[in-house]
């Protein structure tokens, strides 16, 4: 039987994946595993690439930008393998990681599912990484970064305790191991989620079937880029920390997991920033000596996000189950 089923899902990056089966193929030795390929409609020779190169993969096409869960969950569906890893198009092995964490779950049947640490091209951890849900909880509310809110908004919002250290609560999608029985308890990911929010979502369910592993000793390289790069944020400011498509899947996230009271206390948070942020700027502006419609970009870029969101409002506050695509 074959030990993993990897499922990678494509749009428009046959280069990334061929570069990361490379690495799969070269560093994976301990285990047997195979490769599913979902492809979201790229419409350019993807298959043809990678096919050429790695004729053995199993390639499924969408038909359609069905995002990750959607495009993730056919994989699932078609995988042989004793695990399923989800792996992103933009990672690359660095050692015979798939052995190890094959390793954990062959030794350790109380954990649901496991990934290693996460790094950059050039070795270092990436810091973005959340390993906890009160992470992005806090990010969600924007307010002005002092000592004193800080130490609030952790007393609102305070860190879990696990049992070892390498619990986690929160998987990132780019690299995640679990078994087909958990799928099978708690369900495969949320197919409500076009992209952004899913692995959260999903790693709440997972975490009922048992423990999730972050290890601190296993390491893949994300590089961050690839099929995701139009729905991630290029220019971050304190106000503008996502792009739309991830505000949505966040707060969508927030309300299937907290309910409708924690979704709405935010939105009226950010419903109340409007005027502030607006009337700010135009002070300092002033007090400048520049007209008050000056470099007010920032401001309104974030009401513009704010209408797309509230696009979303009714279907979200009703846990609606749709497609939320931006």
Same mark, same amino acid.
């Given at each position: ?41 790229? =419409? ?10 790695? %004729? ?10 069905? =995002? ?40 350790? %049947? ?36 002092? &000592? ?11 860190? &879990?305790?696990?049992? $070892? ?32 929010? $899913? ?9 009922? !079937? ?51 009271? !924690? ?15 607006? =009337? ?22 974030? !009401?513009?996000?704010? =209408?797309?969101?509230?696009? +979303?409002?009714? %279907? ?6 749709? +497609?939320?695509?931006?």
């Amino acid at each position: 039987m074959i030990d993993v089923s990897v499922v990678i899902v494509n749009y428009k990056t046959p280069g990334l994946i061929c570069d990361c089966l490379r690495t799969l193929h070269e560093f994976t030795k301990g285990v047997t595993f195979e490769v599913l390929v979902i492809d979201n409609d790229s =419409g350019d020779d993807s298959e043809a690439q990678i096919l050429r190169a790695f %004729p053995d993969v199993r390639w499924m096409q969408m038909g359609y930008n069905a =995002g990750f869960s959607r495009a993730s969950n056919r994989g699932i569906e078609n995988a042989r393998g004793r695990y399923v890893i989800l792996l992103n198009s933009d990672t690359l092995l660095v050692s015979d990681v798939l052995t190890q964490l094959v390793g954990v779950m062959d030794a350790r %049947p109380e954990v649901a599912a496991v990934t290693p640490s996460q790094i950059t091209r050039e070795g270092k951890v990436h810091g973005s990484i959340y390993t906890a849900f009160v992470h992005l909880r806090r990010h969600l509310f924007i307010f002005p970064h002092t &000592p004193f809110t800080l130490k609030i908004m952790h007393r609102l919002l305070p860190e &879990p305790v696990f049992q $070892e250290p390498d619990q986690v609560e929160w998987m990132s999608g780019a690299c995640l191991m679990t078994r087909p029985e958990v799928i099978a308890k708690v369900g495969a990911l949320d197919e409500s989620f076009f992209m952004y929010g $899913e692995d959260q979502e999903w790693s709440y369910r997972l975490g009922k !079937a048992g423990r999730l592993l972050m290890l601190r000793d296993a390491f893949i390289v994300h590089l961050e880029y690839g099929s995701q790069a139009d729905y991630q944020q290029p220019d971050l400011s304190h106000i503008n920390r996502f792009r739309t498509q991830m505000h949505v899947s966040n707060l969508l996230w927030l309300r299937k997991q907290y309910g409708v009271g !924690a979704y709405l206390v935010v939105i009226f948070h950010y419903l109340t920033l409007v005027p502030i942020i607006f =009337g700010w700027k135009m002070l300092v502006n002033l007090r400048q000596g520049k007209s008050p419609f000056y470099e007010l970009d920032n401001q309104r870029a974030f !009401a513009q996000q704010l =209408g797309v969101v509230l696009r +979303f409002f009714w %279907p979200t506050v009703f846990n609606k189950k749709m +497609f939320y695509k931006v």
